[in-house]
């Protein structure tokens, strides 16, 4: 399995909103106009999130992005998850979907997770946090496999996330 990463660019879009509008995303990441919007505000640099596309052999197969904490700890983020403002400034977040439907329960997700996260480790982040619907038991399967570790549940104002942090493969 040969996975890239690829920085989104606009004409990645509609690719994006064709998997947004899937439900299985739908289920997990809201409406799919807003999450473009938000994309969108990414690109354009007004917010400093950074959303990638990953690959398989060349092909678009999901959506992975990395936020910063302290970006994080401002409204309208701090309001709607106030358990951002329990972790250090040099926190990261991380985000990920897979696109396709064909492409889900294939170990896509736990390879593509542990990929980046091996990457921003050498990029110099030690830090790094994932946070899925405390309901969402198939994306926490794959990110423990990815070496993340259950922290504690967080309250948000639509619902609570498992916040999960990684500490490497080696993890138990």
């Known amino acids: 399995m ?7 660019q606009t004409s990645d879009l509609p690719l994006i ?6 439900p299985h995303w739908r289920e997990w990441w809201g409406e799919p106009e807003i999450e473009l919007g938000y994309i969108k505000d990414m690109l354009e640099g007004r917010d400093p999130t950074k959303p ?3 690959l398989l052999d060349d092909e678009p197969v999901g959506y992975i992005q990395y936020w910063k904490i302290k970006d994080a700890k401002v409204p309208p983020w701090n309001v709607q998850s106030p358990w951002v403002m329990d ?5 990261i977040g ?6 396709p439907v064909n492409q889900l ?3 896509l997700g736990t390879a593509a997770l542990s990929s980046f996260v091996e990457r921003l480790g050498k ?5 790094i946090i994932i946070d899925p619907d405390s309901e969402n038991k198939r994306a926490i399967r794959a990110y423990e496999k990815s070496g993340f570790v259950p922290i504690k549940v967080a309250k948000e104002q639509d619902g609570s996330v498992l916040l999960m942090e990684w500490r490497g493969s080696s993890s138990p």
């Not at 040969?2 to 989104?8: H, I």
Request: no cysteine; net charge negative.
């Open 123 to 127: 990029e110099g982040f030690t830090k």
């Open 94 to 99: 991380v985000d990920l979907s897979i696109g």
């Open 17 to 22: 909103g064709s998997w947004m509008a899937l």
């Open 87 to 91: 972790f250090d400034d040099d926190t």
């Open 105 to 107: 329960s294939k170990g």
């Open 52 to 54: 990638f596309l990953f």
């Open 2 to 8: 040969l996975l890239k990463f690829k920085p989104v």
